[in-house]
């Protein structure tokens, strides 16, 4: 098996976050101090970063499953669970990830490009966390969010300056094995690059790299051979070059038909035009034609008859010999000009620009939709904050419900419910289809907040026997005016003799 893969289906999962916990802090002489649960640690996210080391994407078509780890749970005395950490995953420079559908969703090009596939779960917060002057004692805890699942495609689409092209067997692996260090595998039979070779070439004081792409046929472009799988790895170079072989031995091929197959397939091959490097369609890239193995007399004479013809349609043609190396050095140099041009054209790199987008005054963050399937008339609520809390919420605690319904109430769900037409037991959805929140509607006028204040709270709390200093002093001027008024109640009836003891006469 070749060890070079440029394809593969990944299959991401962020980490879970950790849920948090309902705990009561107990103290000698201070049986219920307060609650003191932690809250959870946030999920590890699985992130794709672009290492120059890493050259083929072959680890992840042996384990396509990739999970980060997970947080830990909160626990009592105010400690929180610990955060899971990220699934680095290295890939060569020049990936692109797309979705199932095909769509493009990142582009990483450059050392350290950085794109995160699933991002983890957010931890859930403690009974500590949850508390509030008026909800001193909460008897529950919010539930850690499952981190995001995604399936995408990593495509590798090879960053060089040359591309060469042309029928198996032209020589394109011996004339990249002639101009440069790289030793492709060479052989005299066709198909013998399997995959994409790259060389590095230095003419003069230019440097650039050369892909030898797999060989193509007629309906390459169509998925017919080899060339579908390797014809990405063109779309980023700066120049193409036609390797067409003047010494074949087929009847029907000569360098001018196999010229013209070989750009009917490049102009039929739609390469990605939303990612950088593949806006320019590649029949409109500089090209050159390479007339190769000139050391054959009969392989020279045809290239002598060709050459006019190709000049005359404005190609640049070079005859060399990858045996004996001739032509090779007005090749490359005339290689290194065309791409120092392009590199000259290109634009420079831009920072990336950071785009804020406040949210509207009006933007409520929801939306209600009244809809009808086959049986019924049901109610559908979408939004970020609505789905985050009904996955945070442990539906075995009535109390964690009691505070869901009171969140949903103070965002304006149970408002936008009334103005849609909803009555008492209608059907409503939270979330998408797949795993939506079914439940009967009931009106909260009697669990909002403002009447149920009780929810939350615990009298041992309010525990008020040891007085404050002013309540102290407050107490004992009570006291001591009920005594003053006692005396002078005492004093009145002792003046008007009712102390009088009428047997002592």
């Known amino acids: 098996m070749a060890s070079f893969v440029d394809r593969v289906v990944l299959h ?67 400690r929180d669970g610990a955060k899971g950490e990220d699934l680095v995953l290295t890939v060569p420079d020049g990936t692109v990830v797309k979705d199932l559908d095909g769509n493009v969703l990142a582009d990483l090009v450059g050392a350290g490009a950085e794109y995160v596939v699933a991002a983890g779960g957010r931890g859930g917060l403690g009974n500590r966390a949850l508390s509030s002057p ?67 070439v230095e003419a003069g004081d230019m440097r650039f790299t050369v892909a030898d792409v797999p060989g193509l046929i007629p309906g390459a472009s169509e998925g017919k051979g080899l060339g579908l799988e390797f014809l990405r790895h063109i779309e980023r170079t700066a120049v193409i070059v036609h390797v067409l072989d003047c010494a074949t031995l087929e009847p029907d091929r000569d360098p001018i ?97 950071i785009v804020l987008r406040p949210k509207a005054v009006d933007e409520a963050g929801f939306t209600v939709t009244r809809k009808q399937d086959a049986d019924s008339v049901y109610f559908e609520v979408r939004g ?6 009904v996955r945070q919420t442990d539906f075995n605690n009535d109390e964690a419900v009691g505070f869901l319904a009171d969140r949903l109430a103070k965002l304006g769900v149970e408002e936008r419910l009334y103005k849609v037409g909803a009555v008492a037991g209608d059907e409503v959805r939270i979330g998408d289809e797949r795993n939506a929140v079914v439940f009967d509607w009931e009106p909260t006028l009697m669990t909002g907040p403002e009447l149920l204040g009780s929810r939350g709270t615990d009298l041992r709390l309010e525990d008020r026997s040891r007085k404050t200093r002013a309540e102290k002093r407050e107490e ?30």
């Open 12 to 78: 991401a999962a962020g980490g879970d976050g950790g849920h948090g916990v309902a705990s009561i802090r107990r103290e000698k002489f201070k049986p219920l101090a307060g609650p003191d649960g932690g809250n959870g640690g946030d999920g590890g996210s699985v992130r794709l970063v672009v290492d120059p080391q890493t050259t083929t994407l072959l680890a992840y078509h042996h384990s396509p499953h990739r999970r980060a780890t997970g947080g830990t749970q909160g626990m009592g005395d105010d």
């Open 134 to 200: 008026k909800r001193k004692a909460p008897g529950f805890a919010l539930l850690g969010e499952p981190g995001g699942l995604a399936d995408v495609v990593l495509e590798l689409k090879t960053i060089a300056d040359v591309a060469l092209v042309g029928f198996p067997s032209a020589g394109k692996s011996s004339l990249v094995a002639a101009v440069s260090a790289a030793r492709p595998k060479i052989a005299d039979y066709p198909f013998t690059t399997l995959v994409p070779n790259l060389g590095v």
């Open 257 to 353: 038909s196999d010229l013209d197959v070989i750009e009917s397939e490049l102009a039929a091959y739609a390469g990605d035009l939303g990612i950088e490097g593949g806006r320019v369609p590649l029949t409109e890239r500089p090209r050159l034609v390479v007339l190769n193995k000139i050391d054959v007399p009969e392989a020279r004479e045809l290239a002598e008859f060709v050459k006019p013809e190709l000049e005359a349609r404005g190609l640049p043609v070079f005859e060399i010999s990858t045996a004996s190396h001739e032509g090779l050095r007005q090749l490359t140099f005339a290689l290194g000009a065309i791409v120092a041009e392009a590199r000259a054209a290109a634009p420079a790199p831009e920072p990336t620009r």
């Open 384 to 389: 970020s904050k609505p789905e985050r809390w």
């Open 476 to 505: 004992f001027t009570d006291r001591m005016d009920a005594k003053t008024e006692a005396r002078r109640e005492l004093w009145t009836e002792r003046e008007a003799g009712h102390w009088t003891n009428p047997d002592a006469d």
